[in-house]
C-alpha cells in the first residue's frame, strides 16, 4: 500500500480552488483533479498491509499531541518547483502548528519503514503536474481560507489513466484533550 497523512479538505473548498484555478492560473502541465486536492503532512511510501492496524494504532496515541482545534490558513500564493515540475498554490504565512504536525508525522512514518525527508516541508496543494516550464504569474493571486479538520490517512492508488487518493482512517482536530 502506498500512503501518505495529509489533510483532506472540503468539497466547497476543492471547488473554490478549482475554479480560482481555472479562471486565472494557466499552466502548461496537467490539471489535478479537485477530488485529488489535499495538502501531503507526511508521505509513507509503500508499506506492508499488516502494518497498518500498528500505524493506527500509533496514530491514536500521537493524537494528544496534536492541535485540539481546526487550523486556520490562507491561501494566497502559487510556486513552481522544478524538479517534480509542479505548479502549486499556498501560503506566505509562516504555519508553525502544520509544521510541527508535519514533523511528528513524519518522525512516525519513519518507525514504519519511510524514508526521511531530507527537504524543508512547504504546505501546499498541488494545482498541475508535469509543467514542461514555469507559469505566468496570476493577474489575481487567489485569496482562500481553509479550516483544516483533520489529520487522514490515505492511499495513494494509481489507476489506468489516474491516481486516486481513498481515506482509510482520518483524526479530528477538535475535541483532543
Known amino acids: ?21 481555472d479562471r486565472h492560473a494557466a499552466a502548461s502541465g496537467r490539471p489535478v483533479p479537485p477530488a485529488n486536492f489535499h495538502i501531503t503532512l507526511a508521505f509513507l511510501g509503500d508499506l506492508d498491509t499488516r502494518v497498518l492496524e500498528h500505524l493506527c494504532d500509533k496514530m491514536d496515541a500521537l493524537c494528544t499531541d496534536l492541535p485540539s482545534k481546526p487550523l486556520v490558513i490562507k491561501l494566497d500564493r502559487v ?36 524514508r526521511r525527508e531530507r527537504l524543508s516541508f512547504t504546505p501546499h496543494i498541488t494545482l498541475y503536474r508535469g509543467c514542461e516550464r514555469p507559469p505566468p504569474a496570476p493577474l489575481t493571486m487567489p ?21 486516486s487518493y481513498t481515506p482509510l482512517a482520518a483524526w479530528p482536530l477538535t475535541g483532543n484533550p
Open 79 to 114: 510556486g513552481y518547483w522544478p524538479s517534480p515540475r509542479i505548479y502549486w498554490l499556498g501560503t506566505s504565512a509562516d504555519c508553525d502548528a502544520i509544521k510541527n504536525t508535519a514533523r511528528k508525522l513524519q518522525f512516525m512514518g519513519q518507525a514504519f519503514g519511510s
Open 143 to 163: 485569496l482562500i481560507t481553509l479550516a483544516l479538520r483533520e489529520v487522514v490517512l490515505f492511499e495513494s492508488k494509481q489507476g489506468r489513466s489516474a491516481v
Open 1 to 21: 500500500m502506498r500512503l501518505f497523512f495529509g489533510f483532506d479538505l472540503e468539497p466547497g473548498d476543492k471547488a473554490a480552488i478549482a475554479d480560482w484555478r
